[in-house]
Structure formats: structure tokens, C-alpha cells
């Protein structure tokens, strides 16, 4: 059983095996969640977003997909970036968001990860809308078959926490 938990506040701040980042495909950081996690956790993940890059992920990482990295001087032991999708009004895209979820958790379990802080993926710069996202997430984490024993959703401002706990009660 995996319990959700919901909090408001900065995820830079959590303690926890694996913090999530909402990150773009190209890995090499940017605004949002993104820039604060890699100035709060240091040049080191920045240093194996590039080495991904020139191995595995010459291409980048694909939408919907996750890779983990070190978290530096976070207080984690990993970062688990993965890109959610630019939101479309002609296109569905909600099964890229669930599939952000899905496979950060995925990745959660080969490393061995049980707590797990996850962003509101797509929301900020991706423009997703709150309430779908929330659906979308907190729906993803509940089908999620994983050994992940805590998902924590960090939730930045209040609306945002407010659309997450719509969806949770
Ligand atoms: N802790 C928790 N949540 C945060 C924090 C924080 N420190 N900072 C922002 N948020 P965004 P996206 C919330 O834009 O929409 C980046 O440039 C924010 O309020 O960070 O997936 C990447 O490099 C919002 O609710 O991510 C990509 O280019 C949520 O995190 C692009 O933005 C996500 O907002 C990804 O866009």
C-alpha cells in the first residue's frame, strides 16, 4: 500500500529517498521547480544530466519518460527527472502526465527508492490546468502498482494544494 501525502511548500526542502523534478527534455535545467532544484542541489546533478546526455540521452528525454541522477546536497538520495507535456486544447495529452508518474515510480522501484516528493508535474511553465493535473496525478499514483510506501505531492502555492486535496477526499 502506498500512502499519498499532501503538503504545501518548496520540495528542496523535503527529506525523502527521491525528489521528482519537472524537468525538460533536454535535461539541462531551466525555471520552475527545475532551476531551484539544481540550485539548491549543487552543480553535481547538473554534472550527470550532462553525462546522460552525452550517452544514453544524446537525443534528450522524451516526454512522458524519467531518468534518475544523483540529488547532490539535496536532502535525497536521488532526483528522478522526467518531462510532462506542454499543455495542448486540441490534443489530450493526459496520458503523458500519467505516464511522468507511472514512470518516475518505475524508476523509484529499480533504485529502491520508499518515499518519493513529486511537483505538480506540467502546471507551472507547461501550463497544464490545475484540476486536470491534480486528476491526472493523484489517479496515476493510485493505479501505480510500486513498492514506493510514500508519495508525497509538494505543492507550491495554495491553489495548487487545494486542487490536490479536491482530488484526494
Ligand atoms: N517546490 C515545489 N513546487 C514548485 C517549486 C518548488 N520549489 N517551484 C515551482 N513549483 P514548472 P512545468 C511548482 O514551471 O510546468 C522548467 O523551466 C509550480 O508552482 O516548474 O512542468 C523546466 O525546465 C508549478 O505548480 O514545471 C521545463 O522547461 C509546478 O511546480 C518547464 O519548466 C510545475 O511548474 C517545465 O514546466
Redesign the pocket.
Known amino acids: 500500500m502506498t500512502t499519498i501525502e499532501l503538503v504545501q511548500g ?3 526542502r523535503q527529506r525523502v529517498d527521491a525528489i521528482v523534478n ?3 527534455s533536454s535535461l539541462l ?8 532544484i539544481h540550485r539548491r542541489g549543487g552543480p553535481a546533478i547538473l554534472e550527470e544530466c550532462r553525462k546522460l546526455r552525452a550517452g544514453h540521452y544524446g537525443k534528450g528525454l522524451a516526454t512522458g519518460r524519467a531518468v534518475a541522477t544523483t540529488a547532490g546536497d539535496l536532502d535525497a538520495r536521488w532526483v528522478i527527472h522526467t518531462v ?1 507535456p506542454v499543455f495542448s486544447a486540441s490534443e489530450d495529452r493526459s496520458g503523458l502526465l500519467a505516464s511522468c508518474y507511472r514512470e518516475s515510480l518505475r524508476i523509484a522501484d529499480e533504485l529502491g527508492a520508499r518515499t518519493v516528493a513529486f ?8 501550463r ?1 490546468p490545475l484540476e486536470d493535473a491534480a486528476r491526472i496525478a493523484v489517479d496515476a499514483v493510485r493505479a501505480a502498482r510500486t513498492d514506493v510506501e510514500e508519495v508525497r505531492f ?4 495554495e491553489r ?1 494544494h487545494a486542487a490536490f486535496a479536491a482530488r484526494l477526499s
Do not use: H
Open positions: 518548496d520540495i528542496t519537472a524537468a525538460n535545467g531551466g525555471g520552475g521547480v527545475d532551476g531551484a510532462g511537483p505538480a508535474i506540467s502546471t507551472g511553465v507547461y497544464y509538494v505543492l507550491f502555492d495548487a
